[in-house]
């Protein structure tokens, strides 16, 4: 379980960052990556999970699919709530814990959690839970952080050193933990290969070249399930 105050000073702060120029580049490399494999469309009944303020939310939202952010934190999701407003884009919200999503089996067609389960110590029982809550057919994603980055390595360092760091108890996870969790065949993939001092231009270079390379060292973890339309549970 996440505390609820962890996040709650952050829904400024994370929204501005995402509007420095290295925050906007290494957003789009993201949610290309997540696009990829959700493919999010119009009518689609959609969860985000750990949606924070809605980074990625809004996205989603444009493709004309129904999404309901759930988090943990209410700052983030009025957050969330006020950006979708602007925007006139309908959007449900819900103050909730992701390790006990609190709807029935089989509601979503798709779920999806970005940047959350690092917060969790227990991700095989939280995407459990995510799983359990998606439709048959269904595509459950989950983006996180790589431990085997150089980049996230040095966040994990510096957090130590820092005791207001929300990154000081998370846990980074590899490309094979992630892939472990789930008890059959996924989607691996990662994004963000540059580091955050790199010049804009070079880290567009780098990130090219570590996708051509299909490099499991990105910032940005992402798998991708699709549930069983037979075996509705994981064990």
């Known amino acids: 379980m996440v505390k609820k105050n962890l996040f709650d000073s952050w829904p400024e702060k994370y929204s501005q960052w995402f509007e420095t120029p290295m925050g906007r580049l290494i957003k789009k490399y993201e949610k290309e990556l997540i696009f990829e494999f959700l493919k999010p469309k119009a009518g689609e009944v959609i969860l985000d999970a750990g949606c924070g303020s809605g980074i990625f939310t809004l996205d989603i939202l444009a493709t004309g699919a129904m999404v309901l952010g759930l988090d943990i934190s209410l700052p983030m999701l009025f ?14 919200l819900i103050q909730a814990d992701m390790t006990h999503i609190p709807f029935a089996d089989c509601v979503f067609d798709k779920v999806v959690s970005i940047t959350a389960i690092e917060f969790i110590q227990d991700a095989k029982t939280t995407i459990k839970e995510l799983f359990r809550v998606a439709k048959p057919g269904g595509c459950i ?12 390595k040095q966040r994990k360092t510096a957090a130590q050193k820092n005791t207001s760091s929300i990154f000081k108890n998370a846990v980074f996870r590899s490309p094979d ?35 051509i390379k ?19 549970k994981i064990s």
């Not at 957050?79 to 449900?92: C, D, L, S, T, V």
């Not at 431990?147 to 996230?152: E, F, G, I, K, V």
């Open 79 to 92: 957050k969330a709530r006020r950006k979708a407003k602007m925007e006139k884009y309908p959007f449900q």
């Open 141 to 152: 994603l989950v983006a996180t952080l790589n431990s085997l980055s150089p980049w996230n």
């Open 177 to 211: 933990e992630l892939r472990f969790s789930v008890p059959y065949d996924g989607m691996i993939k990662t994004a963000i290969h540059f580091n955050m001092d790199d010049d804009p231009e070079q880290a567009r270079q780098i990130e090219l070249e570590g996708r």
């Open 214 to 232: 299909d490099l499991d060292t990105g910032t940005f973890l992402v798998g991708c399930w699709i549930k069983d339309p037979i075996c509705t």
